[in-house]
């Protein structure tokens, strides 16, 4: 069976007393259930001293985004190194936000995941089509451009272990979800892909979906056959709703 993931995307969010707060509920309520992996992935600046306060909590940490360079004069970027330096075990890229906001294409995301791959951080891949591209029937073909840009640079081999997130660009920070057949359709199709070119690699690989899931939708969305965790962003901020997606997370396994 594959793992469930249920990962929380910080982005640009918080302090250290906030976050201090955050990890206290999580920990608080974190459980160990077998083939569910918790992770968040706070602001780099932050994701040394999240290590620190989750002591032996059952949560992985990962990053939102990395320099696919290995070092040097890179101003105001992070390398594949000081995330493993810091015990990062995951990190997202391709991040609709790091798309449209930060210019990143499907070419450097695919860089960004040869070397994640190379450093033994695993890629969480996010995909997902816009409003427009959706209303224009656009959407299993901008999906599967994303992810074939990364099976042209790494090859079908380099996805295995990966993890993707399929997020909806008008879903994410709008309170608009796509529907469980709707999310479960794209799903079904990326799987598809993969599996033209390995079905084993299809058949193991983890698909997220993002986009507005809270504890109200998240058992839904996690029933469907080919979705297989969520990435969180605004419902990560609170212990409470984010234990309650884990907790329905570990629910669709049975
Ligand atoms: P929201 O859950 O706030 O819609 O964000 C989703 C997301 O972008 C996670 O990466």
Redesign the pocket.
């Known amino acids: 069976m594959r793992k469930t993931i249920v990962?929380?995307?910080w982005?640009m969010n918080g302090t250290s007393e906030s976050i201090r707060d955050l990890l206290a509920g999580l920990t608080a309520g974190a459980k160990d259930s077998a083939g569910v992996i918790t992770l968040v992935?706070p602001p780099a600046v932050y994701i040394s001293q999240v290590k620190q306060w989750l002591g032996s909590a059952p949560i992985s940490v990962g990053a939102?985004n990395v320099c696919e360079q290995p070092k040097g004069a890179f101003t105001g970027e992070n390398s594949l190194a000081m995330l493993q330096d810091l015990g990062c075990e995951y990190v997202?890229l391709g991040?609709?936000?790091r798309r449209s906001l930060f210019g990143e294409t499907d070419l450097l995301v695919a860089e960004k995941f040869a070397a994640a791959k190379e450093a033994g951080i695993v890629p969480v891949l996010?995909v997902g089509e816009t409003l427009g591209q959706r209303e224009a029937g656009q959407t299993i073909e901008v999906v599967g451009a994303q992810v074939a840009a990364v099976i042209d640079r790494v090859g079908i081999n380099g996805l295995s272990d990966a993890v993707i997130?399929y997020?909806p660009v008008w879903?994410?920070?709008?309170?608009l979800?796509a529907t469980p057949e709707q999310a479960q359709e794209v799903h079904a199709a990326i799987r598809k892909q993969l599996a033209q070119n390995d079905e084993v690699i299809a058949e193991q690989l983890s698909i997220l979906y993002?986009?507005?899931?809270?504890a109200g939708n998240a058992a839904e969305l996690l029933a469907q056959t080919d979705i297989d965790g969520?990435?969180?962003?605004?419902?990560?901020l609170k212990a409470d709703e984010f234990l309650t997606i884990c907790a329905a997370a570990a629910d669709s396994r049975k």
């Open positions: 990962a929380g995307n982005k992935c939102q997202i991040h609709s936000e996010c997130a997020e879903a994410i920070g709008t309170g979800t993002g986009g507005s899931m809270n969520g990435l969180i962003g605004g419902a990560s």
